[in-house]
């Protein structure tokens, strides 16, 4: 029951996989739980614009782009494609509905209330809704992120010219070029996308290497494996204004460090340069709340903000912007609040780029290995081993990609586990488990495998930190 003072005993501002998970926690543990939400549908950018849309698009392009250009053919399938877009972006809806569609069925299991609409602060306790006034004795924030502007860039997604993520999944027609600005995790899912359907696709990256914040090596061998499929880069180099005529995109870029400026044309430009937390609106400094220099609420280690019955969660706080990591602070949370003990363990929040092949990482990468080390490279031991060696990997005509580990040398212990493969997302799993536990590279190395599977890469890397990989 509630507390007679309050309307609810928590209130969650946003639906998505934070948002969601928090709430339906919540209400399992006895709590009484409204959930605010101002799109028309539940599950917030994930499930509307995000993270499930995006899959539909790459999985049945890769379906196309396998049928059109891959080894179909070389294993006896021989068929002549013919790409129907409509129908494509039909199944992609179809799959939004139906889990936008599923969460609220599990808000009415759980007997959750949708308050439909913006939530504004009134005080800690208190939030205005529309016309609707109502409080709740804590107040969880997991409004999550919104799409980070580029200066001199205008977005329309309407036009369908210059568009963000969500204007990239709707193209009614297939770019004959597309640049892609920020060579991100996002700009390179849906600019793969669009490259198997077709479209010429050059993605322009300020840094000098693509996928800031993964592995070294894995960043420069996602690079190799992209140009090989077809995807141009101008590392190095920054956007400066975009300009349309009709529709057609006159792109001003210079190197990053100053130059002489060049200009490129396209028919489409997707602006990618990253997310921002959704703060505004909220009320903040109603309840005397401001956010950090990167526009992050900051929190404790049981996600209390400074401000006594408010708590955050997902993309408004520091950490990686990833669905996964919210829905752990939604459980984590909710049990706080339940006056259990909600525990994440942010070390190990394992990061995956859906493209052909996937990229997946947990962990240190070897950089962040070494600098813990105080600099020693001496201190780390790193073992890698190629998709090209692995039996499954080769028989299904899967060659790219490497699977490598980093282990600390003197207790074995592992600290990051890095995978290029076609099933990366699901490999990274096992390497996270066993994180978990403190697993040193040699428990992964005598531990059997299923033969034959991409996993058994993992095994192989693990014994390389030993240096002695059976099939290499």
């Known amino acids: 029951m509630a507390d007679h003072k309050y309307d609810y005993d928590v209130l969650i501002i946003g639906s998505g996989p934070g948002g969601y998970v928090a709430a339906i926690r919540a209400a399992q543990l006895g709590l009484k739980t409204a959930c605010v939400e101002g799109r028309e549908t539940l599950g917030g950018t994930c499930l509307n614009v995000g993270c499930i849309p995006s899959k539909a698009m790459l999985h049945a392009s890769e379906f196309f782009d396998v049928a059109a250009n891959g080894t179909m053919a070389s294993m006896g399938v021989e068929v002549t494609p013919k790409l129907n877009l409509d129908t494509m972006h039909a199944q992609r809806r179809d799959a939004v509905t139906s889990l936008t569609g599923g969460i609220e069925f599990l808000f009415k299991k759980n007997k959750i209330d949708w308050k439909k609409g913006f939530a504004t ?20 924030i997991a409004t999550g992120s919104s799409v980070t502007p580029l200066p001199g860039v205008e977005v329309d997604n309407d036009k369908g010219v210059v568009v963000d993520s969500t204007g990239a999944l709707e193209l009614a027609q297939v770019p004959k070029k597309m640049v892609v600005i920020g060579g991100g995790v996002i700009g390179l899912e849906l600019g793969s996308v669009w490259r198997r359907l077709g479209a010429e696709v050059v993605c322009v990256e300020f840094l000098d290497e693509i996928l800031p914040g993964l592995d070294g090596d894995i960043r420069k061998e996602s690079r190799k494996i992209f140009k090989k499929q077809g995807i141009d880069f101008k590392l190095s180099s920054k956007v400066t204004g975009v300009t349309v005529k009709g529709k057609t995109a006159t792109l001003t870029l210079e190197p990053s460090g100053g130059g002489e400026p060049e200009t490129m044309e396209a028919d489409c430009v997707l602006v990618s340069i990253g997310r921002r937390p959704n703060t505004e609106g909220l009320g903040l400094e109603a309840i005397g709340l401001e956010t950090n220099k990167r526009g992050q609420i900051e929190i404790d280690h049981e996600f209390r903000t400074v401000v006594e019955g408010v708590w955050a969660i997902g993309d408004v706080v520091p950490g990686p912007m990833l669905a996964h990591k919210a829905e752990d602070e939604g459980i984590a949370v909710a049990e706080n609040l339940a006056g259990q003990t909600g525990i994440v363990n942010h070390a190990l929040i394992p990061n ?17 290995a070494i600098e813990k080390m ?7 031991k790193v073992g890698k081993f190629p998709m090209m060696a692995n039996s499954r990997a080769k028989t299904n005509h899967e060659p790219d990609g490497l699977v490598k580990i980093i282990a600390e040398a003197e207790s074995d212990r592992v600290l990051g586990v890095w995978a290029i493969a076609s099933v990366a997302g699901t490999m990274i799993q096992q390497a996270t488990q066993a994180m978990e536990f ?15 599977t991409h996993s058994e890469a993992i095994k192989e890397a693990a014994m390389a930190v030993q240096g002695k990989p059976i099939h290499i």
């Not at 697993?439 to 034959?452: F, G, K, L, R, V």
């Open 438 to 452: 403190g697993a040193t590279s040699e428990d992964i190395a005598y531990t059997c495998h299923a033969h034959p």
């Open 374 to 380: 105080g600099g020693d490279k001496s201190k780390i």
């Open 121 to 140: 602060f009134q005080d800690a306790h208190t939030v205005k809704i529309g016309d609707e006034t109502v409080t709740a004795k804590d107040i969880v």
């Open 352 to 368: 995956v780029v859906y493209t052909w092949p996937e990229i997946a990482g947990v962990g240190l990468t070897t950089e962040e």
